[in-house]
């Protein structure tokens, strides 16, 4: 019989953080790609690792969620962070609405990257936020994993539609940017090629049955988002890091020595 493990320890205070899962079509035809990005070795927390667009909370998004129109502030300041730091990252504008085009987006990067705040983009460029683009999909929150930096991230998915789309790695946090199945990058994992931390593969899991954006919309949706707090079992096959078996994951537990944890 597993025996759950407890920390003693008191739990970590989270580092509020948001991600976003974008989706667009596959130029041949086959599943949906979803973009992801090689975090920068340097890097305090997962370095090296490759990951979804996204980052802490800021103080400016805040401020620019009290005017969003959304009644939970924090949610907004959640999805608005995601928005900016997609931008940052990867020149990508989305969840975002008004007159957006390639050349846009990267003069709307380079104002980001001065005025380091989402609103005075949207002033210049007359653009308002589309916060109903970014769909809620999970909540994670490693509090009693002993990790350097404890990030209570909440991810988002979001649907560009057309394969044709410009990105650039910002060669600060990222090192490479890459379209991929959620297939194809579980293989790559297995395969030694990426490396991915285990929030990122069980995702990846949860992922790769759909074959639309819409078809993954859908079951977001229909799943209620809870926080998911990974803990350790102990067993007679050894020690596991699980994850509850109701939050919409295939796979819900792996070996504590293989799991990458940041």
Same mark, same amino acid.
């Not at 019989?1 to 948001?18: F, S, W, Y």
């Not at 987006?105 to 949207?122: C, F, H, I, M």
């Given at each position: 019989?597993?025996?759950?493990?407890?920390?003693?320890?008191?739990?970590?205070?989270?580092?509020?953080?948001?991600?976003?899962?974008?989706?667009?079509?596959?130029?041949?035809?086959?599943?949906?790609?979803?973009?992801?990005?090689?975090?920068?070795?340097?890097?305090?927390?997962?370095?090296?690792?490759?990951?979804?667009?996204?980052?802490?909370?800021?103080?400016?998004?805040?401020?620019?969620?009290?005017?969003?129109?959304?009644?939970?502030?924090?949610?907004?300041?959640?999805?608005?962070?995601?928005?900016?730091?997609?931008?940052?990252?990867?020149?990508?504008?989305?969840?975002?609405?008004?007159?957006?085009?390639?050349?846009?987006?990267?003069?709307?990067?380079?104002?980001?990257?001065?005025?380091?705040?989402?609103?005075?983009?949207? $002033?210049? @460029? &007359?653009?308002?936020?589309? /916060?109903? #683009? !970014?769909?809620?999909? *999970?909540?994670?929150?490693?509090?009693?994993?002993?990790?350097? $930096?404890? @990030? &209570?991230?909440?991810?988002? /998915?979001? #649907? !560009?539609?057309?394969? *044709?789309?410009?990105?650039?790695?910002?060669?600060?946090?990222?090192?490479?940017?890459?379209?991929?199945?959620?297939?194809?990058? !579980?293989?790559?994992?297995?395969?030694?090629?990426?490396?991915?931390?285990?929030?990122?593969?069980?995702?990846?899991?949860?992922?790769?049955?759909?074959?639309?954006?819409?078809?993954?919309?859908?079951?977001?949706?229909?799943?209620?988002?809870?926080?998911?707090?990974?803990?350790?079992?102990?067993?007679?096959?050894?020690?596991?890091?699980?994850?509850?078996?109701?939050?919409?994951?295939?796979?819900?537990?792996?070996?504590?020595?293989?799991?990458?944890?940041?």
């Amino acid at each position: 019989m597993a025996e759950q493990e407890t920390d003693k320890a008191n739990p970590a205070q989270g580092i509020p953080a948001a991600t976003v899962v974008i989706f667009r079509t596959a130029p041949d035809g086959g599943p949906p790609q979803i973009l992801m990005q090689v975090r920068s070795r340097s890097l305090a927390f997962a370095g090296g690792m490759a990951v979804f667009p996204g980052g802490r909370i800021d103080e400016s998004d805040r401020v620019l969620a009290e005017s969003a129109g959304l009644a939970d502030r924090d949610e907004a300041a959640h999805r608005i962070a995601a928005i900016r730091e997609t931008l940052e990252e990867t020149g990508l504008a989305l969840g975002l609405s008004g007159t957006i085009d390639a050349e846009r987006a990267a003069q709307a990067r380079t104002l980001l990257d001065k005025e380091g705040a989402l609103s005075p983009v949207l $002033r210049h @460029f &007359d653009w308002q936020l589309a /916060l109903d #683009d !970014l769909v809620p999909f *999970a909540r994670w929150f490693p509090q009693n994993e002993r990790l350097s $930096r404890v @990030f &209570d991230t909440r991810f988002y /998915l979001a #649907d !560009l539609g057309t394969g *044709a789309v410009d990105i650039a790695v910002d060669a600060q946090e990222n090192t490479h940017l890459f379209w991929t199945s959620a297939a194809e990058a !579980l293989r790559s994992a297995d395969e030694g090629k990426i490396d991915v931390i285990f929030p990122t593969r069980r995702n990846l899991e949860r992922l790769a049955p759909f074959a639309t954006f819409e078809e993954a919309r859908a079951h977001a949706e229909a799943t209620p988002v809870q926080t998911i707090i990974p803990w350790v079992e102990k067993s007679p096959q050894g020690r596991f890091l699980c994850i509850p078996g109701d939050a919409g994951y295939p796979v819900t537990s792996e070996r504590l020595d293989e799991a990458k944890r940041g």
